[in-house]
């Protein structure tokens, strides 16, 4: 059964970024139980949360991912630096955060910390492919997926479809890494975002669930029903985890998220 998450953001500098609820673990996890989600999305600063094991018990609740874009936005890491010396320290700033998702079984994304090349695509197509296949080794040892986020054009000029990214995690010698399907990112680069989700199913593995606007499904123009179908129709059974702008506030973005989840997933 698909199952229903709620992105948390402990940035609060990155107020106005795509994450839905902004409190402490505590009421953030308190608010994602009363409206019924199975999960929350955490994206944090490193890897730690103080008092996430409590807030997710006390709420009955799972970690259905950990973001790993503050290892970028904070702290300036890509996997695709021309730099060595920054890959590396993106290969172990993602490996901690593996470590730290998978005490919760959750798996770790890997969505702007892919980075962008400068004019040498395949060099940073290497540098991409030596940075998953450790870190999806590492995951699976771990007993986690890492999943790989397709961006927008605006975003990264690696991969911005899914077929373009399933394709490359086929070349890969790990079985460790799956895509993200983020319908905001899809609805601005793919032709059919039903289609695609069904040509690249065997690696599909997280969704990130926002309307064409990046605000929560309902408040865009995203022809929703077509694609909870092929998400149905491939047998997916993982997250449908709203990352999207807290629009119009957090609280009624969160209503408003979990309404569609109903209406198209229950
Ligand atoms: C991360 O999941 C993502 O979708 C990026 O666009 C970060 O904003
Ligand atoms: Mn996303």
Redesign the pocket.
């Known amino acids: 059964m698909i199952k229903s998450a709620i992105t948390v953001s402990l940035v609060p500098a990155l107020r106005g970024?795509?994450w839905v609820l902004w409190d402490d673990l505590s009421t953030s996890c308190r608010k994602a139980a009363n409206l019924g989600f199975d999960a929350v999305e955490l994206f944090t600063p490193g890897p730690e949360a103080d008092g996430l094991e409590q807030a997710l018990s006390e709420n009955d609740l799972e970690l259905a991912a950990v973001?790993t874009?503050a290892g970028k936005v904070v702290h300036g890491l890509t996997l695709t630096d021309p730099d060595s010396s920054v890959r590396a320290s993106a290969i172990k700033f993602i490996r901690s955060m593996i470590d730290f998702g998978a005490q919760y079984k959750a798996p770790a994304?890997i969505?702007?910390m892919q980075g962008m090349h400068g004019g040498d695509r395949d060099e940073a197509l290497r540098h991409l492919a030596e940075g998953l296949e450790i870190l999806g080794s590492h995951a699976t040892l771990k007993g986690v997926k890492l999943i790989y986020?397709p961006?927008n054009r605006y975003?990264t000029n690696l991969f911005n479809r899914l077929e373009d990214g399933a394709e490359f995690l086929d070349g890969l010698t790990t079985d460790g890494v799956v895509l993200?399907a983020?319908l905001?990112?899809m609805n601005i680069e793919e032709a059919n975002i039903a289609e695609a989700l069904q040509s690249t199913a065997r690696h599909v593995g997280h969704v990130?669930f926002a309307d064409s606007n990046r605000r929560p499904i309902g408040n865009g123009h995203l022809d929703v029903a077509p694609v909870a179908k092929a998400l149905q129709d491939i047998g997916y059974d993982r997250y449908v985890s709203a990352?999207a702008f807290d629009w119009p506030n957090p609280d009624d973005a969160a209503l408003q998220t979990i309404s569609s989840f109903r209406r198209f997933f229950r």
């Open positions: 970024g795509p973001g874009g994304i969505g702007s986020e961006l975003e993200l983020d905001f990112h990130h990352e």
